[in-house]
C-alpha cells in the first residue's frame, strides 16, 4: 500500500523536526506497526474457522419468551 506523495512528504517533514532520539524511537514504532500488521492479516475463511457442535433439533414445544422461561410475576 502506498500513500499519496503530499501525506508522505508530511509525514517526512515532521519525523526530521524530531531530535535525534525520538527519531530512533518512531523508527522501532513503524516496525512494530509493520509487523503487526503482518501478523494481523487473516482472511474471512479464518474468521469463520471455529469448531461448531451439533446438538440435534430442538425440543418439541420449546418457547423461549421470558414469560415462559422465567414466569409473569409483572416484573
Excluded: C
Excluded at 499519496?4 to 524530531?18: F, G, M, R, V, Y
Excluded at 500488521?37 to 419468551?65: C, I, M, N, Y
Amino acid at each position: 500500500m502506498t500513500i499519496p506523495e503530499q501525506n508522505a512528504q508530511s509525514l517526512l517533514e515532521k519525523i526530521q523536526s524530531l531530535p535525534l532520539d525520538r527519531i530512533a524511537e518512531e523508527e522501532d514504532f513503524v516496525d512494530f506497526l509493520k509487523e503487526r500488521a503482518k501478523s494481523h492479516t487473516t482472511t474471512h475463511q479464518d474468521v469463520l474457522d471455529f469448531p461448531v457442535d451439533d446438538l440435534g433439533p430442538w425440543p418439541e414445544g420449546l418457547s423461549l419468551r421470558r414469560e415462559d422461561m422465567y414466569g409473569d410475576d409483572g416484573r
